[in-house]
């Protein structure tokens, strides 16, 4: 009974739903990345590392320019430029999509642990460099529970949940969207009516790049105002199998990432609950849910969800 009195405490919480759009929003920028990319033919498990990056750049610039937002927005290329070397090797060389993408990891993974004593002065951890603030939304904070729940919010939240609508109407509702689909299930075909299988195929893994440092931005200075080594803690290989779990679809990815969001707030209350007053060498425990329940979803998924045809195939253009 003790544990369903702690569950209805949870769940009634405001709190809680304000910690799963948090703890949601990392994971949809990356889902939606991974979603741009594999649409078109090219499978990017990179995210992590893209993500990774995001974090970083985004600290480093703000360090030195006072301006959160400055921070946010110029990640976003140093993302599209990381990306830029997976479309190149899977792209235009053909190469192996699974080992350049985890090339890129390594190479993340490497830099910003190496360059942070040489910017910081400090290695595992950055300093306080500043965070986005939240805003209040009129006529939302004053209602009862929504109010408290999601009435002051971060706008990269926002921009997050705005992201999925573009994303969903660009690829179903626009010629690009067209073309990024034919390319993704049927190359061959899409090159014989004159698309630019390489140029789509391009956009595609660059705009991946893109909203995955923005996820992995809202981490450092979104959320905590710093960088700290591997903060993303295998967030980008959560948003691939949300991703999977939406069936390659901007809304379904959505939902996906909201469970799993909703999983590492779960988490977060458990161990923190003062009803079932959890050891504190039993706590880290709780960080493992949610990758519990990602394998366990995806274990789940196995033959149900189709992936774009040409997914992971490279094209070679015929002379």
């Known amino acids: 009974m003790k544990i369903l009195e702690v569950l209805w405490n949870i769940f009634s919480n405001p709190l809680f739903y304000k910690l799963t759009l948090t703890a949601s929003t990392p994971l949809l920028f990356a889902s939606l990345g991974g979603v741009f990319s594999e649409v078109t033919g090219v499978v990017n498990i990179a995210l992590e590392g893209i993500m990774l990056l995001g974090a970083f750049s985004s600290v480093v610039i703000t360090y030195y320019t006072g301006n959160v937002w400055l921070g946010f927005l110029l990640s976003i290329p140093i993302g599209i430029g990381f990306s830029w070397f997976h479309a190149w090797a899977s792209i235009k060389w053909r190469g192996n999509q699974i080992v350049s993408a985890t090339a890129l990891i390594l190479v993340a993974q490497g830099l910003t642990g190496f360059l942070m004593e040489p910017i910081f002065g400090q290695p595992g951890q950055t300093p306080y460099v500043g965070r986005i603030e939240e805003i209040t939304l ?38 690009l969207g067209l073309r990024m689909r034919s390319v993704g299930e049927n190359p061959e075909a899409a090159d014989t009516l004159g698309v630019d299988v390489f140029k789509i195929r391009y956009f595609g893994v660059l705009m991946s790049g893109a909203l995955a440092s923005m996820g992995g931005a809202f981490l450092s200075i979104g959320e905590v105002g710093n960088f700290r080594e591997l903060m ?40 923190s609950s003062p009803i079932l007053n959890v050891p504190a060498t039993a706590k880290p425990l709780f960080n493992l849910f949610p990758f519990v329940v990602t394998l366990v979803v995806v274990a789940g998924l196995i033959g149900r969800t189709r992936p774009p045809a040409a997914d992971g195939v490279p094209y070679e253009k015929e002379e």
Request: proline share 6%; net charge neutral; with cysteine.
């Open 232 to 271: 993303t803690g295998g967030r980008g290989f959560i948003a691939l199998a949300a991703m999977i779990l939406g069936n390659w679809n901007p809304i379904g990815a959505m939902w996906a990432c909201l469970m799993f969001g909703m999983s590492e707030a779960l988490a977060n209350q458990l161990q």
């Open 138 to 175: 009129p006529g939302i904070s004053s209602i009862p529970f929504i109010g408290e729940a999601i009435g002051t919010i971060s706008p990269i939240v926002l921009i997050a949940f705005a992201m999925v609508f573009f994303a969903w109407f660009l690829i179903y509702k626009t010629p």
